[in-house]
Structures are given as structure tokens and as C-alpha cells.
């Protein structure tokens, strides 16, 4: 009886640390604590293979490879949890990195469209604008790389 | 001074008589020309960007595309349009590219009011053009479009019942009472813009801008507008399958 109510109880928090806000690098700790842990039993259960059918039979699981059975439920389910969360976080940093070289770029090509229309202003007979246009198209430009079909043009 | 309402249900042509297009310098159509920018997610949409922008250009000086990555000729197409066109390095969702939107509006020097608008075709440039004056006349800092405000959209059942429950679920985590969720056209005046941060990438922002903008505590309204269910755009829309990564988005954080 005891194994259900302890299963549970650790499906509901894994369940509800996931959908708790993101704070911080907590899933590394937990990953790490849960680490230190498997390691621990690791070790006991080889020095003590009796160990795992005692402490199953305390709980009121038959044997301890079935023990060993809920465990790693738990373990993948707290496996899939942490790397949910540690996936948005990565995620959130990848759109805030394209979104400065997406701005710094649109900056710097405003710049160069102020510097044309100046230009042009200034000499009115002189071709400044297209100049000015092709120099935005070689300097600041940044593709996305093309998947298919560039590697052919190339060679 | 008409009373405050939370909600607009009179058709457009009623704003008329009440005098929203009553001067002549207000039916305009470059009326809202020198302070709004219009703020487009562009992914992937070439067969149709270069018209929506060429419209929105007759309307509008400020047209901003945000290319999420986009692999076809979407960014040519806006350009020669006559689009300011900002380039994502890689696909991002369409969340992102608003926020990138908004970032780079807040830049623009003279930028009051930003209009939300979807690359597909869908909306009716003559709704924006009325959200802005009602936004304008009232002093109201966001202005939500609707297509359920009146009957002029049909989106079918299945699409009625999968934004029926869109628009429950908003309304239960944002404390707003709005009529739809998950409309591309929006309002959002330049300071109400800056005062949030949209970090759902991906489709949940819908709900996540309506939940950050309504904590502002700043005057909104909703606005009838008509949805063009064209054959491109129901491709191209939501399947109903998406809806739960929507929900999945919002629950788990």
C-alpha cells in the first residue's frame, strides 16, 4: 500500500514542477541531486543485493526488481521534466540572441539608408542611391543559409 | 462623448452616423499614414505577401515585415513591395517575431500606434483603419479585433468550437472578458507595447498578449472585424491538432 501512495505523491510533484514557472537553474540541481542519489543506491544495491527485496517488502512491493521497476518510472518521468524545462529555457535564449543580430542588423541598415538619402541629397546628379543600396546588400545582408540546392551553385 | 464600453458591438457603418468619419479629414485613407506601423509575421507566404503589403502601403507609410527564416521568396516579395523587411537568422514562431516587431517599432522615432497584421490576407485593411480611429477618438491604448463581435464570419464549426474553447481558456487565465482569441488584428499603442515582453514563441502568444496587456491595466476595447476565409488561408491556418500544442505552451512553462 505504501508504494502507491509514495508513487503518486512523486508524480504530482514532478507534475507540478513542471508547470511551475521557470525559476532559475533548478532542474540542474535536481538533476544533480538525483544523480548523487542514483549513485548511492547503485553502490548499496551491489554490496547488499538483499537490500532492494527488504526495503520492497517494507513498502509492500513483492520483490525488488519490482522496486527497481517503479524507480526508473519516476526516473525517466523526473528525466523527461527536467529537459522539458531546461529546453524553454534554451529556446528562450536562442529567440533572444536572434532578435539582437535581427535588430542590430535592421540598425545598421537604417544607418546606411539614412547615409543614401543624405547623399543623394547632397549631390543630386551623382547615381548615390543604388550604390548605396548595393553596399547594403554586400556588407550588412546576413542569408539565412539555403539548405538545399546552394551546395550545387557553389562548386 | 459616447459611454465607455468594454465591448463595440455596432457595425463600422454605425460608427459613421456617430461620428467617427464625420469630418473630411477623417475619411482620410492616409489618415493614420505618419504615426502607425503595421507589424507583420512573414513566414513563408510569397504568393500573397507582395499584395497585402502593396494595400497596406496605399493606407500606410510604415509597414514592418519580420521574417521568421522564411525559405522561399517571401523577403524579395515584401521588399518590392515596398516593406521594411527584418530578417529572423532562424525560424523562431510567430510569438518572437511580433516581439522582434515591437522591439524595433519602439526604435522608430514618431511611432504612436502599432497595428498587428497577418502576411496571409485575411484581415480587411478597412477594420484597421476603424480600430485606429476608435483607439484614437477614445484614447484607448489597445484595440482587440474580433470576428465574433457580429455575423459577417463564418469559420465553420469545427473552427467555431476550437476558438470557443481558445477564447474560454483566455478568458479564464487573463481575468479579461473577450469575445475571440487568437485574432492577428490588433491595436497596440507604442507605450502599452513597451510595457510587455511576449516569450511564447510559438502560437501561445495569442493568449499571452492579451494576458500581458490586460495587467498593464491600460483602457482596452474589442472591435467587430470580418475574417477573409480565403482557400490560401484555411490552408495555411491552425489545425485543430495545433490547439493542444497551444494549450500544452500555456500550462507547462
Known amino acids: 500500500m505504501w508504494i502507491q501512495i509514495l508513487l503518486v505523491v512523486a508524480v504530482i510533484v514532478i507534475g507540478l514542477f513542471l508547470a511551475r514557472p521557470t525559476g532559475g537553474d533548478s532542474h540542474l540541481a535536481i538533476r544533480r541531486l538525483f544523480m548523487f542519489g542514483f549513485v548511492i543506491v547503485a553502490i548499496v544495491s551491489i554490496l547488499f543485493p538483499q537490500w532492494l527485496s527488504y526495503i520492497a517488502n517494507l513498502i509492500g512491493v513483492g520483490r525488488g526488481a519490482d522496486l527497481l521497476l517503479y524507480a526508473l518510472v519516476l526516473a525517466f518521468l523526473i528525466s523527461v521534466a527536467t529537459t522539458y524545462r531546461r529546453n524553454v529555457q534554451v529556446n528562450r535564449r536562442i529567440t533572444h540572441l536572434a532578435r539582437e543580430i535581427t535588430l542590430a542588423r535592421a540598425e545598421a541598415e537604417d544607418a546606411l539608408r539614412r547615409a543614401a538619402v543624405v547623399d543623394s541629397a547632397a549631390r543630386p546628379e551623382a547615381p548615390a542611391r543604388p550604390e548605396a543600396a548595393e553596399r547594403v546588400e554586400g556588407t550588412v545582408r546576413v542569408d539565412p543559409p539555403k539548405l538545399d540546392g546552394a551546395a550545387g551553385q557553389v562548386g | ?253
Not at chain 2, 497584421?117 to 477594420?127: K, N, T, V, Y
Not at chain 2, 483566455?170 to 511576449?198: C, K, M, P, S
Request: with cysteine.
Open chain 2, 1 to 253: 462623448m459616447p459611454e465607455r464600453r468594454s465591448h463595440v458591438r455596432a457595425q463600422p457603418i454605425l460608427f459613421c452616423k456617430n461620428g467617427l468619419m464625420d469630418s473630411s479629414a477623417q475619411v482620410d485613407p492616409r489618415r493614420h499614414s505618419r504615426d502607425t506601423w503595421i507589424v507583420i509575421p512573414l513566414y513563408n507566404e510569397e504568393s500573397v505577401i507582395g499584395r497585402v503589403v502593396a494595400e497596406l502601403r496605399e493606407h500606410f507609410d510604415h509597414i514592418v515585415c519580420i521574417d521568421d527564416g522564411s525559405t522561399d521568396d517571401s523577403v524579395a516579395e515584401a521588399e518590392a513591395a515596398g516593406a521594411r523587411v527584418l530578417r529572423h537568422p532562424v525560424n523562431l514562431g510567430q510569438g518572437a517575431a511580433l516581439q522582434t516587431g515591437f522591439d524595433y517599432v519602439g526604435t522608430q522615432p514618431g511611432a504612436g500606434y502599432i497595428v498587428t497584421f497577418d502576411a496571409d490576407g485575411q484581415h480587411r485593411i478597412e477594420d484597421a483603419m476603424l480600430m485606429l480611429d476608435l483607439a484614437k477618438r477614445d484614447d484607448v491604448a489597445i484595440v482587440f479585433g474580433s470576428r465574433f463581435l457580429d455575423d459577417r464570419t463564418n469559420p465553420g464549426w469545427v473552427k467555431h468550437v476550437v476558438l470557443k474553447t481558445a477564447v474560454w481558456v483566455t478568458n479564464l487565465t487573463t481575468g479579461l472578458q473577450l469575445t475571440d482569441a487568437h485574432n492577428g488584428l490588433r491595436v497596440i499603442r507604442t507605450d502599452a507595447a513597451a510595457r510587455i515582453t511576449l516569450e511564447q514563441d510559438r502560437m501561445a502568444h495569442a493568449t499571452e498578449i492579451v494576458l500581458k496587456l490586460g495587467r498593464t491595466g491600460l483602457p482596452w476595447r474589442e472591435f467587430p472585424v470580418e475574417l477573409l476565409y480565403t482557400d490560401y488561408s484555411k490552408s495555411k491556418g491552425q489545425s485543430v491538432l495545433n490547439s493542444v500544442n497551444i494549450l500544452v505552451d500555456l500550462l507547462v512553462r
